[in-house]
C-alpha cells in the first residue's frame, strides 16, 4: 500500500492552501528536458534565418562526426543565400542526460541574387542529444547533406 504524507497541518484548510501556495512560490521553476531541447532547436532556427553560423553550430558537440563538414555546409548555405526554417517535432524519447529527437524539418533557400530560384527543402532530421554540464548538445545529426548548400544557378 502506497502512503501519502502531507506536510500541511490537518486542523484548517486555510492554513493548508497558504502553506501550499508558500511551497509553490519557493519551488523553483526549471525547464523540462524537452522545453530546453524545444529550445535548442528554435535557436538553431533563428540563427539560420540570421546567416550566425557560430550560434547554429554551437548547438553541436564539436567532436560529432563530420563536424567540421556540417560547420562547413552551414557556411557556404548562409553564405550564398537567404534561409528560413521550421522545424516541427515528432519524437523526443530520453532522460535527462540523453535524448533521442526526430524532427520534421522544412528549409526555404532563397539565391542572395537578384531572381535567383529558391529551393525548397523538408526531411526527417533524427538528432542523437547529450546533456553536457547545463547544456544539451547534439552529438549525432543524420542526414547532414540536408545542410549542404544547393546549387543555385538559374
Not at 43 to 51: C, E, G, K, V
Not at 68 to 85: C, F, M, P, R
Request: glycine share 4%; net charge neutral.
Amino acid at each position: 500500500m502506497w502512503r501519502t504524507h502531507s506536510c500541511a497541518p490537518r486542523s484548517h484548510s486555510g492554513e493548508r492552501i497558504l502553506l501550499l501556495l508558500t511551497c509553490l512560490t519557493l519551488t523553483p521553476l526549471q525547464a523540462t528536458s524537452h522545453e530546453e531541447i524545444v529550445d535548442l532547436f528554435a535557436s538553431m532556427a533563428a540563427a539560420l534565418t540570421a546567416a550566425n553560423v557560430p550560434q547554429f553550430m554551437d548547438a553541436f558537440d564539436k567532436k560529432m562526426p563530420e563536424y567540421g563538414k556540417l560547420e562547413n555546409d552551414i557556411t557556404a548555405l548562409v553564405n550564398q543565400a537567404e534561409v528560413s526554417s521550421s522545424i516541427e517535432p515528432l519524437k523526443d524519447d530520453g532522460d535527462d542526460s540523453k535524448r533521442t529527437v526526430a524532427l520534421d524539418w522544412y528549409l526555404e533557400v532563397r539565391s542572395r541574387q537578384q531572381d535567383g530560384p529558391l529551393v525548397r527543402r523538408r526531411e526527417t532530421i533524427h538528432c542523437e542529444l547529450s546533456k553536457q554540464g547545463k547544456k544539451w548538445k547534439i552529438v549525432a545529426l543524420k542526414p547532414l547533406e540536408f545542410f549542404a548548400a544547393p546549387k543555385l544557378d538559374k
